[in-house]
């Protein structure tokens, strides 16, 4: 047979009655909250729970204050707020108990302020525990570097997304740098050059332009690790007569084994000019020893312009793993 609720107020007590049957109501007049029967005991209602009190001009010498705030929780939210401005001021605060906690102040406040107690469960739950990540799942997609490296050169390091990182002992106190944010070269010819008539020229490149990681080794650039390099280079020279030519190879391996990996060719159509012939594309590196060198031929002995960046030029910049 159906129970007969008869009226549905809730009757006002201000301490909790005999726990009556699941679906009971009461409210208490003491903390202003209404309490639920589940057949065992009396639950607040709300959710979350809020309590509120103000506090007269907290200072230093009063401080801890005790606030009881009847929540049943030892996971509160605290908000407090100056009375007079509204704005959010900062305090200590520790929980004393499941209905209380302690407000201590390290400055004299001018105003009164409010406290603002937020309850929640007593034992809070994850929503989605399954959602939560291991600790070995997290490493597994986290870089964690090594320590700086404080001696042994020039280092490389792989981390565990396949990203590689140097580091030098003598560069940034050790510290490891992202590969393809520091291994970027350009070196440059300021020392007088010619061609020579069909026969290829080394050109050396003499002189920085840029290389934080010391990738210049006085003859090219040395790539120093593995990878997927752009590779940039330009030869040119001054022409005396029409229709002579230049043709700047680039050659790419460990040293006194290289060969060639690119091509550029071009001509002169006056008898006066700076004809130039250049190059850019990605090379796949595989050999750590490896480095990158420039050589020429022409029609000629016609002199090269030098000195300047943008005429006689290698550069080599590191783009990833490949």
């Not at 209905?99 to 406290?115: D, F, G, L």
């Not at 440059?188 to 934080?212: E, F, H, I, K, W």
């Not at 420039?294 to 990833?320: C, E, F, R």
Request: net charge neutral; hydrophobic share 40%.
């Amino acid at each position: 047979m159906p129970r007969a609720y008869g009226t549905t107020n809730a009757a006002p007590y201000s301490t909790a009655p005999t726990v009556g049957l699941s679906g009971d109501t009461y409210y208490n007049t003491a903390n202003k909250l209404l309490y639920v029967s589940d057949g065992t005991a009396w639950n607040p209602d709300r959710f979350p729970w809020t309590f509120t009190q103000t506090l007269s001009a907290p200072t230093v010498a009063s401080s801890p204050y005790t606030v009881t705030h009847n929540l049943n929780t030892t996971t509160p939210i605290v908000a407090i707020w100056d009375a007079v401005t509204n704005q959010l001021v900062g305090a200590q605060v520790a929980i004393l108990s499941a209905n209380a906690i302690t407000i201590s102040v390290s400055a004299n406040m001018a105003n009164n302020v409010n406290v603002v107690v937020v309850g929640g469960p007593a034992a809070p739950a994850p929503v989605n525990p399954g959602d939560y990540a291991t600790k070995t799942y997290v490493d597994a997609r986290t870089t964690n570097l090594p320590a700086p490296v404080t001696s042994g050169g020039f280092q490389s390091f792989t981390d565990t997304l396949g990203d590689v990182w140097v580091a030098n002992n003598t560069i940034a106190s050790g510290a490891w740098k992202r590969a393809r944010d520091a291994l970027h070269c350009r070196v440059y010819r300021t020392a007088p050059l010619s061609l020579n008539a069909g026969t290829l020229q080394p050109c050396q490149m003499d002189t920085v332009y840029q290389d934080a990681w010391g990738m210049s080794d006085g003859n090219g650039v040395a790539f120093k690790i593995t990878g997927n390099f752009n590779i940039s280079g330009q030869l040119a020279f001054t022409a005396t007569a029409a229709a002579q030519f230049i043709l700047t190879r680039i050659y790419a391996g460990p040293s006194g084994a290289e060969t060639m990996i690119g091509t550029a060719q071009n001509y002169s159509a006056t008898t006066t000019g700076t004809i130039s012939a250049g190059l850019s594309f990605s090379h796949i590196v595989t050999n750590t020893a490896a480095h990158v060198i420039l050589q020429a031929t022409g029609s000629g002995t016609q002199a090269m312009p030098v000195g300047a960046v943008y005429w006689l030029y290698l550069s080599v910049d590191y783009l990833g793993t490949g």
